[in-house]
Structures are given as C-alpha cells and as structure tokens.
C-alpha cells in the first residue's frame, strides 16, 4: 500500500511538474529579442479572407513549442550542460569554443572549406566588381570592396579542437587571389592580422568585430582613401556592456554581457533621416568636420563603424538595401561596398541597379549558336530596362567570361548575375545575366555575346 501510495504521488508530481508550462503560458512571456528571431504568434481561428483556419491546430503547436512558459529557461540551462560537461552547443547556430569563445554556426564551411564557391563563381564575384569599378570610374568616383572576415578566420585558435579545416582554399582566400591586383579591393583580412593587436579584436560572444575592431578598419579604409581618420579622444576603456548575439542564443534567460572598448572622442555628426536604430535600413548623416560624399552599402559589421565614417565625411549614406543602387552615384562620391566573408556568395545573386558599362564594338570572330535554351526576361525596372535570364552551359568555356549585350551598335556588359528573386522558377546556375539599360533602348534583334577568355566567343540573337 506504501508503495502504490509512492507510485500514485510521484505520478502527480511529474504530471503537475510537466503541467506547470502549460498553466504558467499565459503570464510568462518570452524575450523574441534574446533569439534574434521571430517567435510563432498566436494563431488566428478564421484567415484573413474570414474562412475558417484549417491550419490552426499545426500553427498553435508552433506557437506554444516557441512560446510555453519557462522556455527560455530551460533551453538556457540546457546550453549550459552541454556547454560545461560535453563543450557542444545546444543551440546549431552557435559553435561552442575554447575559452569562451562562441562562433556563428553559418561560418563552419568558411572555416573547413567545404561547399566552395567554382573557379567559375569566384571568377563571376571578382568580373561583377570589376563592373561597378569601371561604372564607378566612369562617373569620377572612388570605389572601394572589403569583406568583414569571419571571427573563426582571424582567431581559429579558440574553435573546438574537432574542427579541422580541410587543404581547399576559402571563398575569401580565392576571391583575395582574383583581385589582389585590383586598386579597388582592401585585403580587409591581412590588414587586421598585420595589427598584431594585443587586444581581440572580435567579441568573445557576438559574431562581429568590436568598436576596437571596428575603427581599425576604418583607419585601413581611410588609408586607402587617403583620407584621415576620425579621432578616439583620451583613448580606450573597457566596459563590460554588450549582449553577445551568440551568448543571446545559446543562454536566453541571462544578460549574458561581453566586454566592450569605448572611447571618449565626442561626435559631431548628425542624422538626417529618421533614426531608430544601427540596423536601420538607410541612414543619412552629415558632418561639419567631414570632407566629401560617402555612398556605403553594409551588413551588420557596419553597424559599429558607421559613426567614424559619418563623422569624416560631410554627407553620408548608409544602406542595407538589396540589390545596391549605384545609380545614384555622382562625381567625386566615395562608394564602399562591405560584406561578410561568410555571405560572398551574395555577390552572384542581385545585379546592382546602374546603367550597364558602354563598350565598345567587339569585331571578333564568333561562333553563333541557336537560342532555344536561353531564358530572357525583359522588364522596366527603377526608370531603366531590365535584361536578365539564363544562357545555356554549352555557351561557356572555361571559368572566365564576360557577357556583352548588343542592341543598335551599342554594346552593354551584363553582370554574371543569376537574378534569383526573379527567377525563382528555375534553379540556380553559374551562367546567369543581368544588366540595366537605358529606359526605352530597343532589344529587338537583340545580339548576346559570351566573350570566353582564351577559349573563343559564342554569339546568339534574340
């Protein structure tokens, strides 16, 4: 009797125990903020269109799977288990390290070089920069690309000991070969391990540089502009003040604070758009002290050097946006154009709106093949035509080519772009185009030419 007694109070306690979440839903709410996501809402009973939801049982598991009360504790204490006893992470977008250090999941085939970007593809990134440089030249302003490298990159010694990168070359490492003779690119890379810096330069627990970090490389840029850098007043201290994205993920329910550097240098500048936060998508400044335009196109690594730039350039423009507008380059502007290593490939995908670079006529002998495989799309678009679609593979030869367009004795060339938003019904290629064109340029008989370097030209009319 004693025992079934037992049995009949632990059964209760659990179920109670397991209850409590479900009872407790109501009056704890979580923190959306701490996991840098989303969390499901409330499911509604009837759809917008006033039918009745037959989705709302699937939608309301989501929900309470994202919302029951005490989630965020238990997922936290979970982190800290693995991450004490086993040195793995609860969480897959977060990579548990060496002395603290926590690394963004999306970084690991950067890191092993897995999944590489082809010859083809790295040649493509390196071809759609040299366009904008020339666009850029051609209207008399500076240009200038770097990639934020990722924290495993500059401090792989703090990953876990099991993660050990394969003999391939990384995106960044080939990308850096390609261009290395290109005035426009700053081996962002190189020059911060050159810093030999005493201090790290990334957060132990966030995936970005910090501000130490931060104007480091905007003296770098302001050196290969020639410019000078904004001050740092009496120096730097140490704070212990920012929540680390990654620690946010992996451990919810604390104010998991990283260390901080800050220095007392007082800005001057000013927006002049409505500001609500770094991650805005567009922000406007202007400086009494700066010199010149600034036109930048940034991730989430420009957040925290944004206010040395704003401050050095008497107009600026931050933008998020996708695809780049260079359109609105004018003589005289700085274009800076930041991004991640880990999203390189990004630079495959979205063409920039600009006019297409004028060349001149190609008198080469060509080889002409049929169009029956090319997919065109031709479309007004931002007050320019918009010519973008597929060519087939059997149109390129070897990993290095242009794409000229040919309409009225006028020749364009086309990005090695595959408009993936756009052509959203066909899979991704390597062989894709893209270019903007003046508004109303006539594409009947239009002439593609694929300019393949040492390996001949194909030619097609459409």
């Not at 979580?30 to 409330?42: C, G, N, T, Y």
């Not at 990005?415 to 993936?420: H, M, P, R």
Request: aromatic share 14%; hydrophobic share 35%.
């Amino acid at each position: 009797m004693k025992k079934d007694n037992f049995y009949r109070i632990y059964t209760a306690a659990f179920l109670g125990i397991c209850l409590v979440p479900a009872v407790c839903t109501p009056f704890v709410k979580a923190d959306p903020s701490k996991e840098k996501r989303q969390l499901a809402k409330f499911p509604s009973i009837k759809t917008e269109d006033n039918k009745l939801n037959f989705d709302f049982f699937d939608e309301f598991e989501s929900y309470f799977s994202e919302n029951f009360a005490f989630r965020q504790q238990l997922v936290n204490t979970d982190g800290r288990i693995k991450a004490a006893l086993t040195h793995t992470s609860a969480n897959d977008d977060v990579i548990v390290g060496k002395d603290g250090w926590l690394y963004y999941g999306e970084t690991i085939n950067d890191f092993l070089r897995l999944d590489t970007l082809s010859s083809a593809e790295i040649n493509n990134v390196a071809n759609n920069l040299r366009i904008i440089d020339r666009y850029c030249e051609s209207r008399k302003a500076d240009f200038i690309f770097f990639s934020a490298p990722n924290k495993n990159t500059l401090y792989p010694e703090n990953m876990p000991y099991n993660y050990m990168p394969s003999d391939n070359k990384s995106n960044l490492e080939n990308l850096t070969a390609e261009l290395s003779e290109n005035d426009f690119f700053l081996d962002m890379k190189s020059e911060l391990l050159g810093l030999n810096s005493p201090t790290a330069l990334y957060h132990k627990t966030d995936t970005h540089w910090n501000n130490f970090g931060a104007y480091a490389a905007h003296t770098k840029l302001m050196n290969k502009l020639e410019k000078s850098s904004c001050g740092t007043g009496n120096g730097w201290y140490v704070a212990h003040d920012r929540l680390g994205d990654l620690a946010a993920m992996l451990y919810p329910a604390e104010n998991a604070k990283d260390m901080q550097l800050h220095n007392d240098y007082e800005f001057t500048y000013e927006y002049t758009s409505r500001f609500r936060g770094l991650d805005d998508i567009t922000i406007t400044t202007s400086s009494n002290i700066g010199d010149g335009n600034l036109l930048m196109y940034r991730d989430s690594f420009g957040e925290a050097i944004l206010p040395y730039m704003a401050e050095m350039f008497a107009e600026a423009e931050f933008s998020r946006a996708v695809p780049y507008n260079l359109n609105k380059v004018n003589e005289n502007d700085t274009v800076i154009i930041e991004l991640v290593e880990r999203n390189l490939k990004n630079l495959l995908y979205s063409a920039p709106v600009m006019e297409a670079p004028i060349e001149g006529i190609f008198d080469i002998s060509a080889e002409k093949y049929d169009n029956n495989d090319v997919v065109m799309k031709i479309e007004e678009n931002n007050g320019l035509t918009h010519i973008y679609g597929i060519l087939p593979e059997n149109f390129f030869k070897g990993d290095k080519y242009r794409i000229i367009l040919e309409t009225e004795g006028t020749c364009y060339e086309a990005f090695n772009s595959f408009e993936d938003s756009l052509l959203s019904d066909y899979k991704y290629v390597p062989y894709g185009f893209s270019a903007y064109l003046p508004k109303g340029t006539n594409t009947d008989n239009l002439k593609i030419t694929v300019l393949n370097e040492n390996n001949g030209a194909v030619y097609t009319e459409y």
